[in-house]
T-cell receptor, first 115, second 111 residues
Framework: GAGVSQSPRYKVAKRGQDVALRCDPISGHVSLFWYQQALGQGPEFLTYFQNEAQLDKSGLPSDRFFAERPEGSVSTLKIQRTQQEDSAVYLC?????????????FGSGTRLTVV | QKEVEQNSGPLSVPEGAIASLNCTYSDRVSQSFFWYRQYSGKSPELIMSIYSNGDKEDGRFTAQLNKASQYVSLLIRDSQPSDSATYLCAVNLMGGFKTIFGAGTRLFVKA
């Protein structure tokens, strides 16, 4: 596609509910990143994929967070048993190369509100 | 100490003035440096990247890097109201794939 596509744009979840956030990167982009952005803060790294391999998941806040990219294209970030502190914008970014050294293209983000 | 530090602002400048945004980083092996612009309610957009000491100019934007002082800056000449946004400084470690972002500086350009 022409850009990074994320869905849904907005998600309201009741506390304890599971959610799944989807990212469709730019076609052919090797690298895919997930970031979490709280209000008034910069994006915080969650996890990184190079093709289908998850090379770094050090930023995932807890074992309730899980990400996958099974065919090296579309990625899903899943949050189990959502908590209020999970409320944030979840940003997906992709890059054509196997590093982040040339900057990212971000999607529009998914705004998650846990009530 | 945060890895990437920025003054949160807001920084307010009159239209036509030069806006100067600053950033410091803690890791000496950082290799790649970026400025992203983020409008309210939108996602970050890459506007400048810089990899070596000195200045890099692109239109009204100039990025400056001083690795010895671990300092990156962004100058916006002839500031316009449309430049009003949050500017995020971001840093990549050498050989790394992970970009670390600062909290951003809010810029207001008054017409």
């Amino acid at each position: 596609g022409a850009g990074v596509s994320q869905s849904p744009r907005y998600k309201v979840a009741k506390r304890g509910q599971d959610v799944a956030l989807r990212c469709d990167p730019i076609s052919g982009h090797v690298s895919l990143f997930w970031y979490q952005q709280a209000l008034g803060q910069g994006p915080e790294f969650l996890t990184y994929f190079q093709n289908e391999a998850q090379l770094d998941k050090s930023g995932l806040p807890s074992d309730r967070f899980f990400a996958e990219r099974p065919e090296g294209s579309v990625s899903t970030l899943k949050i189990q048993r959502t908590q209020q502190e999970d409320s944030a914008v979840y940003l997906c970014a992709s890059s054509p190369l196997g590093t982040g050294n040339y900057g990212y293209t971000f999607g529009s983000g998914t705004r998650l509100t846990v009530v | 100490q945060k890895e990437v530090e920025q003054n949160s602002g807001p920084l307010s400048v009159p239209e036509g003035a030069i806006a100067s945004l600053n950033c410091t980083y803690s890791d000496r092996v950082s290799q790649s440096f970026f400025w992203y612009r983020q409008y309210s309610g939108k996602s970050p957009e890459l506007i400048m990247s810089i990899y070596s000491n000195g200045d890099k100019e692109d239109g009204r934007f100039t990025a400056q890097l001083n690795k010895a002082s671990q300092y990156v800056s962004l100058l916006i000449r002839d500031s316009q109201p449309s430049d009003s946004a949050t500017y995020l400084c971001a840093v990549n470690l050498m050989g790394g794939f992970k970009t670390i972002f600062g909290a951003g500086t809010r810029l207001f350009v008054k017409a």
